[in-house]
């Protein structure tokens, strides 16, 4: 019953930027993590941002100092700020949402970033 639609990737040059959007819809109650994975070609999924029960919010190492993950709770909508993007960040960028247990994925963005 919940839906997360996910915007905002595209092609960029390498220190370019792009921000990227998840609206959630559909009953969610409490929620215990929103956030971002990515999955390039032939790699595994991996977690790139995220924000845990709480407020915490945690960072996969190569995003740190370059990305911003934010919510906006009226919105039910969970952001990306990618800056100064690297080719290494091309992947399918995914919504995740945990709530009440479940597990729940976007559908999917693609981030390419040229050299």
């Known amino acids: 019953q919940v839906q997360l639609v996910e915007s905002g990737g595209g092609l960029v040059q390498a220190g370019g930027s792009l921000r990227l959007s998840c609206a959630a819809s559909?009953?969610?109650?409490?929620?215990?993590?929103m956030g971002w994975h990515r999955q390039a070609p032939g790699k595994q999924r991996e977690l790139v941002a995220g924000?845990?029960?709480?407020?915490?919010?945690n960072y996969a190492e190569s995003a740190k100092g370059r990305f911003t993950i934010s919510r906006d709770n009226a919105k039910n909508t969970v952001y990306l700020q990618m800056n100064n993007l690297k080719p290494e960040d091309t992947a399918v960028y995914y919504c995740?949402?945990?709530?009440?247990?479940?597990?729940?994925w976007g559908q999917g963005t693609q981030v390419t970033v040229s050299s």
């Open positions: 924000i845990l029960a709480g407020g915490r919010i």
């Open positions: 995740r949402v945990v709530a009440s247990s479940t597990g729940y």
């Open positions: 559909g009953s969610i109650f409490s929620i215990m993590f």
